[in-house]
């Protein structure tokens, strides 16, 4: 196992907290996120992991399976991501969840008018997409909770200011996502708050985030990953096998 260190700015990363998840109770502390859950980044600051900590702790989210991540590109602050499943999941079983519906924003490319649509599907030849749409009916509301986002905003770019791989392949998927993680956090602020998905985070973001999930099938695997297996044996195995984690 390589050198353990610690991130810069205190002298108190080591003291672990034990945190209650959906999944159950784990260790957690600042030098174990520098160490073990930042893709060796040492740019990491000490405030920034304990901020990470205190968000996983406020919304019981379990770094070790991939709930959360802390990603850091460069000299840039870090960001905090949350999985989508984490919050498709917490919004859509909370009992005053009513149903959800979102669609595309389109601009026809001949008579230039502004198209709204149910769904994901557009014609590629004929329209061109400048957002999304997203309306989460919540139970005991008057309104429902809705938002539009624009494409050029969120959407994931290069350093050349193309469009990377997912938002070249899959536009209508990601910024339909990324309209409903709004609409979701708006209509369930206290159960979502501080929780944004990776479809909303910056160029940066996304770049550092891929290199968590991209690693060479020749490399060997990394520490934080063969914690996360040894992790997920432990609790599929209290759970009779039970796929928690799909």
């Known amino acids: 196992m390589s050198e353990q260190t610690q991130p810069t700015g205190n002298t108190n990363s080591e003291a672990v907290e034990v945190i209650e998840t959906d999944t159950g109770a784990i260790e957690l502390s600042p030098n174990i996120i520098y160490n073990l859950l930042s893709n060796g980044n040492k740019n990491i600051t000490y405030p920034e992991a304990y901020l990470f900590l205190q968000l996983c702790k406020a919304q019981r989210l379990n770094p070790y399976i991939n709930e959360a991540y802390l ?5 840039s602050p870090a960001q905090l991501i949350v999985s989508k499943d984490v919050i498709f999941k917490r919004a859509t079983s909370h009992e005053d969840f009513e ?3 979102s669609g595309l924003i389109l601009l026809d490319k001949e ?12 014609l590629k030849d004929r329209e061109e997409i400048v957002g999304a749409w997203a309306v989460v009916h919540r139970k005991g509301r008057k309104f429902p909770s809705g938002v539009d986002v624009n494409f050029d905003e969120f959407a994931g770019r290069k350093n050349n200011g193309s469009l990377n791989s997912n938002w070249a392949k899959r536009p209508s998927l990601m910024i339909i996502k990324v309209a409903e993680s709004h609409a979701f956090r708006k209509a369930f602020p206290k159960e979502l708050q501080g929780c944004y998905e990776e479809s909303e985070m910056s160029i940066e973001t996304t770049q550092e985030l891929n290199k968590l999930h991209q690693q060479s099938p020749e490399s060997p695997k990394n520490e934080v990953e063969d914690l996360r297996q040894e992790f997920v044996k432990e609790v599929e195995s209290e759970t009779d096998g039970n796929a928690i984690f799909a």
């Open 99 to 101: 149903g959800m519906q």
């Open 111 to 122: 008579s230039k008018e502004v198209i709204r649509r149910e769904n994901g599907f557009y």
């Open 71 to 75: 990603v850091k590109y460069g000299d």
